[in-house]
């Protein structure tokens, strides 16, 4: 009996030591997963992938092949009317169902001189020291890596880093002799960053291949908390220039300042007219369609938002009024100026009337929304406002038949799309998240941002969800974009979960 007794309690000592290694060491190899991914993201940066770039998307697509397969990943370059795309799977199998992810690998232009570093492809390691960004040289990192350390770089967090996250995350799956639960398809677009124009028809052509029970983006950063994120939506865009005429040539202001009509001013009128004073459209009908129900709003609502952290983050007092709160108010589609040109400004200032004025106008939309119909109601409402509407500049003859010409050009339109949050596939990554970081998860209704998924959702008929994985602040598209080193462990936990556990 005192011998039972003996391994019984030995046996128990084995099993609470063995649950113990058993918690320790994914995060030792987890560790050790992140110190190769920061190395295997520093060659990935060190190829340019400006998205005007066609020889850089080439070079990425061709480092992409080679990862892919050393993966065991059967891959393609699919053509398209613009950019290649870059598809990979592993091998199927028909009783499983499907994963498709979706990345992007081309990044945004780099102006050098705006950046605290002298190449933005080559990475740099920073920890910040009293408020100050001091380089380290990576021979400091060892493979206890400080999560609070980031890496400095051109698309370190937009979108090569979770494409990386993604391919280290399969090496450690197969380390640990994991067996995928799903198919696994990955598609990875190689012009994201200027509006992805060939992706609609590129699905519909490669329909088949694409084929999956749904879909997740990972792209762009997690709520501000910091808390796993899981987003339903993102709105779409589309765009507008605007231009105003006076004078046929720059005019001596003192000569002509009370004669020459001035296409500033013009211009700023017609844009005027377009918000009240407290940022709500005012253009008829640009509203309609969107309801927003008590049970929504409750949804709304649970996002851990702080409206004095953003007002302080942004530095302004009060917000538009376009919905009572900042969740709510990216339930409706936007107007907005983001460039506005005429004339000279600072040291260059002229003494003159300029001969035009330009802005250049974003719309956000939403699901209800569509982008045509709405930039039909911003011409209708410029001409309601007494301008003779063109699509060209206009010539001597026809600046002198009409008092007020302005010029409209229409840039594309990239839809909004948005899954119901009672999904099916939604739960499941709800639910996984939850078991993975024993953190509540932030459910987001639809993102401020755009990514261009309505062709997956329109054409294949699929749920899509952003699985967010970088720092909130990583300053994308920005000078000096930047990646915390603990969102790589972050992300390689998130696809860790989502690949190793079955839907109930």
Not at 30 to 41: G, M, N
Not at 256 to 263: E, F, H, I, R, S
Request: with cysteine; hydrophobic share 35%; proline share 6%.
């Amino acid at each position: 009996m005192k011998n039972l007794v003996t391994c019984l309690c030995l046996f128990l000592f084995w099993i609470n030591n063995a649950q113990e290694l058993k918690v320790e060491t994914p995060e030792l190899e987890v560790k050790a997963q992140v110190r190769h991914t920061i190395d295997e993201l520093r060659e990935f940066i060190a190829i340019p992938n400006d998205a005007l770039d066609h020889s850089d998307i080439n070079r990425n697509l061709s480092w992409l092949t080679k990862k892919f397969n050393e993966r065991g990943f059967n891959s393609s370059v699919l053509p398209t009317e613009g950019e290649s795309l870059f598809f990979a799977a592993l091998p199927m199998q028909d009783d499983k169902p499907t994963i498709l992810f979706y990345m992007h690998f081309d990044g945004q232009s780099v102006d050098p001189s705006k950046w605290d570093q002298p190449d933005p492809y080559k990475v740099v390691l920073k920890a910040k020291e009293n408020d100050i960004w001091k380089t380290h040289s990576f021979d400091d990192l060892k493979e206890d890596v400080n999560y609070d350390w980031r890496l400095f770089g051109r698309s370190t967090s937009d979108d090569k880093g979770p494409i990386v996250m993604f391919l280290n995350t399969i090496d450690l799956l197969k380390k640990n002799s994991v067996e995928i639960p799903f198919n696994v398809k990955v598609i990875l677009d190689g012009e994201e960053e200027k509006s992805s124009a060939p992706l609609p028809k590129a699905v519909k052509e490669y329909r088949e291949l694409l084929e999956a029970d749904f879909l997740i983006i990972s792209d762009g950063p997690v709520h501000s908390s910091g808390n796993p994120t899981i987003a339903y939506g993102a709105r779409g865009i589309t765009s507008l220039t605007l231009t105003t005429y006076g004078p046929i040539n720059p005019q001596h202001s003192g000569h002509y300042g009370n004669y020459a009509p001035n296409p500033g001013f013009q211009l700023a009128q017609v844009l005027a007219s377009m918000k009240d004073k407290e940022g709500r459209v005012l253009i008829d009908g640009y509203y309609n369609g969107i309801t927003i129900d008590e049970s929504t709003k409750n949804i709304l609502n649970s996002v851990p938002d702080d409206a004095g952290t953003i007002n302080t983050h942004l530095a302004i007092k009060q917000p538009e009024k376009v919905g009572s709160f900042y969740q709510e108010a990216l339930q409706y589609p936007s107007l907005n100026i983001r460039g506005l040109a005429s004339g000279w400004v600072g040291e260059k200032a002229r003494t003159i009337v300029p001969e035009s004025a330009t802005a250049e106008i974003d719309i956000r939309l939403v699901p209800e929304t569509d982008g045509n119909r709405l930039k039909n109601l911003v011409k209708k409402h410029i001409e309601n406002e007494g301008y003779f509407v063109m699509t060209e500049v206009p010539d001597v003859s026809q600046r002198m038949k009409h008092d007020k010409i302005i010029t409209i050009t229409e840039g594309t339109v990239t839809d909004a799309f948005r899954t119901d949050l009672d999904n099916l596939y939604g739960n499941f990554l709800v639910d996984t998240f939850k078991n993975t970081f024993s953190e509540d998860v932030v459910q987001i209704r639809i993102m401020g941002g755009t990514v261009p998924i309505a062709p997956f959702v329109n054409e294949l008929k699929i749920p899509a969800f952003l699985v967010p994985l970088v720092n909130p602040d990583n300053n994308q598209h920005s000078p000096n974009e930047n990646l915390k080193i603990g969102q790589i462990a972050y992300g390689i936990e998130a696809f860790y979960g989502i690949l190793s556990n079955k839907m109930e």
